[in-house]
């Protein structure tokens, strides 16, 4: 725990909300509280919210009567969908308060409270990402009653979940050495209405030549290119008219995997004697991120 670095707390607001339901016009809760995220939280640190991110928990009672007010710490429900991507339910909720919890409130009336969290000092939660749902609601019997909830998401001693995330790329990314063969492939008189093999046509079979010390699985997919990859006098068609034989590629160090292209170009008269441009792009399967390096594939159709 000593040897280990420790940056200060940070919050990042991620959007400011204002919370409202009412029932009827009669009965209104609203809260202002922004969803907040805190990284790098020290286990063992107790946090007030307002003196840490300049952020108070306010009720707001837009009722014409009189109502009590309560407010509790819960554990998100995973199958509600309110569980935010990265993050995992609190173990237990005691580890949030309100102080204070419950008030009594006169129409109109706004009032306010400090959330507290406390973390057990548990090297075990290093790393971890929580979400504790706050809610607000209302003493009333069945339908009279209304809630409100917002969010709070905290990361134990490190990053939270996107920054964790671009951190981890990042240094995938630096240990990489890997490219696509050919960069350019050019396929004239393009038979339509029938697959067309690239290997078939022009002895192209896509290679990826992983040079680095860690094995990597790679995805390659036909996409259309954006503004600064086009290339001015050909088309972008629908991508899906190319498609690879093996899409994912596991690829050891020092290692060369190939894959097959097909051409299926529609054919109607407006595809005839076309000038077309694909693209395949490379990324890590399930990151979700292009590597940077590409094959382009034109094609000019039969008239």
Same mark, same amino acid.
């Given at each position: 725990?000593?040897?280990?670095?420790?940056?200060?707390?940070?919050?990042?607001?991620?959007?400011? $909300?204002?919370?409202?339901?009412?029932?009827?016009?009669?009965?209104?809760?609203?809260?202002?509280?922004?969803?907040?995220?805190?990284?790098?939280?020290?286990?063992?640190?107790?946090?007030? $919210?307002? *003196?840490?991110?300049?952020?108070? %928990?306010?009720?707001?009672?837009?009722?014409?009567?009189?109502?009590?007010?309560?407010?509790?710490?819960?554990?998100?429900?995973?199958?509600?969908?309110?569980?935010?991507?990265?993050?995992?339910?609190i173990p237990h909720p005691e580890w949030v308060?309100?102080?204070?919890?419950?008030?009594?409130?006169?129409?109109?009336?706004?009032?306010?409270?400090?959330?507290?969290?406390?973390?057990?000092?548990?090297? +075990?939660?290093?790393?971890?990402?929580?979400?504790?749902?706050?809610?607000?609601?209302?003493?009333?019997?069945?339908?009279?009653?209304?809630?409100?909830?917002? %969010?709070?998401?905290?990361?134990? !001693?490190?990053?939270?979940?996107?920054?964790?995330? +671009?951190?981890?790329?990042?240094?995938?990314?630096?240990?990489?050495?890997?490219?696509?063969?050919?960069?350019?492939?050019?396929?004239?008189?393009?038979? $339509?209405? *029938?697959?067309?093999?690239? +290997?078939?046509?022009?002895?192209?079979?896509?290679?990826?030549?992983?040079?680095?010390? @860690?094995?990597? *699985?790679?995805?390659?997919?036909?996409?259309?290119?954006?503004?600064? *990859?086009?290339?001015?006098? #050909?088309?972008?068609?629908?991508?899906? #008219?190319?498609?690879?034989?093996?899409?994912?590629?596991?690829?050891?160090?020092?290692?060369? +995997?190939?894959?097959?292209?097909?051409?299926?170009?529609?054919?109607?008269?407006?595809?005839?004697?076309?000038?077309?441009?694909?693209?395949?792009?490379?990324?890590? @399967? !399930?990151?979700?991120?292009?590597?940077?390096? %590409?094959?382009?594939?034109?094609?000019?159709?039969?008239?």
């Amino acid at each position: 725990m000593g040897q280990m670095h420790r940056t200060a707390v940070g919050a990042v607001i991620v959007a400011s $909300l204002f919370l409202s339901v009412s029932v009827d016009a009669k009965l209104s809760l609203s809260v202002r509280f922004p969803d907040v995220e805190l990284e790098n939280v020290e286990p063992g640190s107790v946090i007030n $919210l307002r *003196q840490r991110a300049g952020v108070p %928990y306010v009720v707001i009672n837009g009722s014409d009567a009189s109502t009590m007010v309560n407010i509790t710490a819960e554990i998100p429900i995973i199958a509600s969908g309110s569980l935010r991507e990265g993050f995992e339910p609190i173990p237990h909720p005691e580890w949030v308060q309100i102080v204070p919890n419950r008030f009594k409130m006169a129409p109109g009336d706004i009032a306010s409270g400090e959330v507290i969290l406390s973390v057990p000092d548990d090297p +075990k939660l290093i790393g971890r990402h929580f979400q504790v749902d706050l809610r607000s609601a209302t003493d009333g019997p069945g339908m009279l009653a209304v809630a409100v909830k917002s %969010y709070l998401m905290f990361t134990v !001693g490190a990053a939270g979940p996107a920054n964790a995330k +671009k951190e981890k790329r990042r240094r995938t990314l630096g240990k990489m050495d890997l490219d696509l063969t050919p960069s350019t492939v050019r396929c004239e008189s393009v038979a $339509l209405g *029938q697959p067309v093999s690239l +290997k078939a046509l022009k002895g192209v079979v896509f290679k990826v030549t992983n040079r680095g010390n @860690d094995p990597v *699985q790679l995805k390659l997919t036909s996409v259309r290119p954006n503004n600064s *990859q086009k290339e001015e006098g #050909w088309s972008l068609p629908d991508p899906t #008219w190319l498609t690879l034989k093996s899409s994912v590629l596991k690829i050891k160090p020092d290692q060369i +995997k190939g894959t097959e292209a097909t051409l299926l170009i529609p054919d109607v008269p407006e595809n005839r004697g076309k000038k077309f441009m694909f693209l395949i792009e490379s990324e890590l @399967d !399930g990151m979700n991120f292009p590597l940077g390096f %590409y094959s382009r594939v034109f094609v000019t159709t039969e008239p």
